[in-house]
């Protein structure tokens, strides 16, 4: 996107630096990355940067608004409803395509939302590798709204551990050390110092909560939240008896569970933006659009692309059982905005949001990517091709 940038970029890059810049990568937790990392960084200029808050800013207007909660409640599944959903969303991230308009100019068209936790951690980490083998501008920088490492780290390490001890504060993710975003995890802990625990390894008395170690029972009060139910119901019945989570608790969340589900694709008809595609509820539409072609169909309670249907043909609609748990999309077209050593890329760009206590609004605060040549993006998709996979963009400041 900054011509003269991905040409220095692209002369300096060698297969040699690229592979020393992973073994580095891996080296402070030997194996952790269970993805594939992109060759190249996404530059950004600050017309762009500009572009994308904007668009966040106005969905975080509607987010703001008092009907919102009575807005989404339907949105909730009614047996991953987890009581105490008193507040707001600690976590917001944005998905945006880098997509060309009919003008020819770049602009960001929302993919997807959610009031979830992303790589917080490893987003840290990882950018601050690639400067060691890669020529990175010193006036560019993945933080956002004047952040740095270290403001960043302070206002998540709030958030995430408010007063609390941070033995008290726990990472939930079920198996965590089975899965493909466990080096944020890691990355998290040595931000943070909060112990990782599986959900199969908690413990419940009551209404408290408890994990071992050393042999010390130790109390749970406030849960850094990373289950995602979707994922969970598809292996329960393996993990035997494991403690119900959406069963009145003592205990804090951060994020609530059920900002998952508020904030995301069913939020998407409620918006009204330039950079947002026209998004309407399935079982809402009166009459299916003759150009079909031009839609995408998603499903309201999957993750990571899971169950989207990219090229949609009428048998599909009619298959489905459900619309009102399904979202027609209309299709963004990304752009093939980075240039590489054979065909150009396409690439995603989430932006992280942290809405700290007894503040106002979140803030915009730092970023990853996420580079494709396939139809789908996502780290999960084009494992056999180079140039893609996770990224960070790196602002213009």
């Not at 692209?10 to 952790?32: C, I, W």
């Not at 339907?74 to 047996?79: D, G, L, N, S, Y």
């Not at 035997?240 to 939020?267: A, C, M």
Request: glycine share 6%; with cysteine; proline share 7%.
């Amino acid at each position: 996107m900054i011509p003269d940038l991905r040409e220095a970029f692209n002369r300096s890059f060698t297969e040699k630096k690229y592979h020393e810049f992973l073994n580095d990568l891996d080296s402070k937790h030997p194996g952790a990355i269970q993805f594939r990392v992109a060759e190249t960084p996404v530059f950004v200029p600050k017309s762009f940067e500009k572009k994308i808050l904007d668009a966040c800013e106005s969905i975080v207007d509607i987010i703001l608004d008092s009907d919102f909660k009575g807005l989404t409640e339907r949105a909730i599944p009614e047996k991953e409803r987890v009581p105490g959903d008193d507040g707001h969303p600690e976590f917001i991230a944005f998905d945006f395509g880098l997509c060309l308009n009919e003008n020819g100019q770049y602009e960001p068209q929302l993919i997807e939302m959610q009031g979830f936790p992303t790589l917080f951690g490893f987003q840290v980490y990882y950018p601050e590798v690639i400067r060691k083998h890669f020529n990175i501008p010193e006036n560019f920088s993945q933080y956002l709204n004047g952040y740095n490492k270290k403001t960043y780290t302070e206002l998540l390490k709030r958030i995430v551990i408010d007063d609390h001890a941070p033995e008290n504060v726990i990472l939930l993710e079920v198996k965590p050390h089975e899965q493909k975003t466990k080096i944020d995890f890691y990355s998290t802990q040595d931000l943070l110092g909060i112990p990782i625990v599986g959900l199969e390894e908690l413990k419940k008395e009551g209404r408290k909560l408890f994990y071992e170690k050393n042999g010390k029972r130790i109390p749970v009060e406030r849960i850094y939240n990373r289950i995602i139910f979707d994922d969970f119901n598809h292996i329960k019945d393996s993990l035997g008896e494991v403690v119900d989570i959406t069963q009145p608790l003592d205990v804090e969340w951060v994020p609530h569970p059920n900002w998952f589900y508020r904030i995301s694709k069913f939020t998407l008809p409620y918006i009204n933006h330039p950079y947002v595609p026209e998004t309407f509820f399935l079982n809402e539409v009166s009459e299916i659009p003759a150009n079909l072609d031009q839609y995408v169909l998603k499903p309201l309670f999957s993750f990571a692309g899971q169950g989207v249907i990219i090229d949609v043909k009428l048998s599909d609609i009619q298959k489905i059982k459900d619309p009102e748990h399904w979202i027609l999309q209309k299709k963004v077209h990304y752009a093939e905005a980075i240039k590489t050593p054979d065909e150009p890329v396409k690439a995603e760009i989430r932006i992280f949001y942290f809405w700290e206590k007894n503040k106002k609004r979140p803030v915009a605060v730092c970023n990853l990517a996420r580079l494709s040549k396939g139809k789908m993006i996502g780290v999960r998709y084009n494992a056999d091709k180079d140039w893609v996979g996770g990224s960070v963009v790196f602002f213009e400041q």
